[in-house]
């Protein structure tokens, strides 16, 4: 079929739609019309002693220009208030609101021909009293409203029988409260078509055996197995989001233990944000870790507001997302830089599309080891804040490549670090690891130094404040474990995990950053910021988890395979070395570790040293020439 056919046959079908919702306005027209004049017909009644012929008002009640007088008048009424507008089966207070309103017109009206235009016109006083027209403003609303409600009632009373027909899913909700009342509603608008709410839960006893928006509460979340059996329920949706972290993750995990899919809402925060989610989603890793929710303290991160913001590694995944979130503040100007065009060109895109014009958006491609071109950014822009989020991550990678590590990770944070002294940038915020703890590891190690640069640098600079913020793993970015587990999902297995007891800190990447930029509001001069990561996730219970949620079977679809401790990987990390102390914020989720005391001149002296054998490709005893700038270094290998 050519795609003049299809236009023709949707222009069609869109006017044979019309013509038949046109008919059904008619319809319902013709029905307000005939209840309207039978509610005219009982107020006489009730108002006469059933009496209605031997009134004179019965003279006015059954001539035929009344009749079809005060009929057309409820019509026009009706219609003109967009009462014929409203999709029957999705009533709600609106239009009850609109309903009264033009009941209370139409028994106005209705009092102007009856003792007004009639007796002037065809001679014929009514001889009703006054309170039969406040009677009749009942009776008019009861017609106008109760076809429309109970057309609701007998739809929803259907619809179970009809999904028993057609396999629909069985759901219950979890929470009685307004998000549960809302999935509901949600499930009523799509007509049903992704499950049929049966029995709803909710740990306040106040509700067991109430209903919410028609679905019996009939039990609490540790029923959920059982009655998720008794009802044979095919999907569970979560609708608690004003219950902490930890008990989320509680009531997923029992969830997740029967045969049914989960699903959860959207957070408070979500519904309410402009264009925010509105449907319920699949549960994602994110959602199986108990720390606490991370909140944006916006009034914090004024210092961003009318500002020029430099973000180095902006095209990665923490990188990007800083750009991202300081968008929001408003800057003067945002400028992204990176050595990898291709993300950068994304993230430019993503903002344009995002905020239009609004933000000025500034890509520039280039290395944080070249010095010249480092000056040729800071001289363009002259930033007031640098994010510096460039570096290499990957650990086995620098065990191998362990000049590159040093010359990207030590030297590009050097350069950037100078720079932002030399063009007066008043503050610098560098990222950091908790590998960077005890390392074990080159990359650690390199990202350990960093934290004593922004010491050192922090010692000698009398123009810019700068920081470091450590924190653990990010979920989902690039390269980390997540993405790679879901890979070899898709791919069949085995799941690989290097060891059964190896655990990790995990936070999700806007958390993540939304601490940074606050930690960046805190920053006097020389901090290294520690995000509060909760408690440690083993890399199983990740793996097990994701297997889950994928629809798979640990042992029977899918199995777990254990490679060994990867060089340099560590079972464990820390946040804190014993020499640190912890110093709390305004926010609880962010402290300062007590700066380790050191010779700025000897540590100067080693970091000229290990630059000249980092270019000189020494790999063979740049470890050591490590291990001696950062005495806590422990090397697998040495």
Known sequence: MSITEKDKDMTADYKDTEVTAFLKKIIVCILDFAL????????CYLTQNGHITLSSYGKIAFNYPHFIMVGVMAVIVNWSLGLYRSVWKFVGNDEIVRGTFAAA?????????????FPNIFGVPGRLAWFAYLLGFFLIDI??????????????????????????????????????????????????????????????????????????????????????????????VICIPSASKARQKEIIDISMKTSASVKISPSVEEFLEPGGPRKARKIEISDLLSRPEVKLDKKVCRYLVGKTILVTGGGGSIGSEICMQVARYNPKTIVVFDIYENCAFELENDLI???????????????????????????????????????HKH???????????????????????????EFKVPKMVILSTDKAVNPTNVMGCTKRITEIIVQYMNK?????????????????????????????????????????????YFMTIPEAVSLVLQAGAYAKGGEIFILDMGEPVKIDDLAKNLIRLSG????????????????????????LMNEEGMQDTDNKLIHIGRPIEFDKEHFYEKLEELKEM????????IRKKIMEVVDTYHPQNL
Do not use: W
């Open 395 to 421: 650990v086995p990678l620098m065990e191998d490549s362990p000049c590159e590590a040093v010359k990207n990770n030590v030297f590009g944070t050097y350069n950037v670090a100078k720079m932002a002294d």
């Open 143 to 236: 017609a106008i409203l109760a076809p429309r409600i109970c057309f609701r009632i007998i739809k929803k009373a259907f619809i179970p029988i009809r999904k028993s027909r057609d396999g629909r899913k069985r759901v219950m909700i979890v929470g009685a409260g307004f998000m549960g009342n809302f999935i509901i509603d949600a499930f009523v608008n799509n007509q049903y078509r992704n499950g049929y709410p049966i029995v709803a839960v909710d740990d306040n006893p106040v509700k067991k055996g109430k209903k919410i928006n028609g679905v019996k509460v009939a039990g609490t979340c540790a029923d959920i197995p059982l009655l998720t059996s008794k009802y044979k329920i095919d999907e569970i």
């Open 36 to 43: 309207f004049s039978v509610a005219n017909l009982a107020m």
């Open 460 to 504: 000698i600079s009398d123009n810019t404040q700068y920081a470091a913020v450590r924190f653990g793993n990010v979920l989902g970015s690039h390269g980390s474990v997540i993405p790679i587990f879901k890979k070899q999902i898709e791919n069949g297995g085995p799941v690989k995990v290097t060891h059964p007891d190896i655990t990790r």
């Open 105 to 117: 017109v139409e028994t106005v009206l209705l009092f102007l021909i009856d003792r007004v235009l």
């Open 353 to 391: 599309d995002k905020y239009d014009d609004q933000i000025d958006v500034q890509v520039r491609i280039g290395s944080v080891r070249d010095v010249d071109r480092l000056r040729e950014i800071f001289s363009e822009f002259k930033p007031d804040v640098v994010f510096h989020a460039a570096a």
């Open 614 to 621: 980092a270019y000189a490709e020494d790999s063979a005893d």
């Open 552 to 575: 798979y079977t640990l042992g029977v679809d899918m199995e777990i395979k254990y490679t060994g401790l990867r060089p340099g990987e560590k079972l464990y990390e820390e946040l």
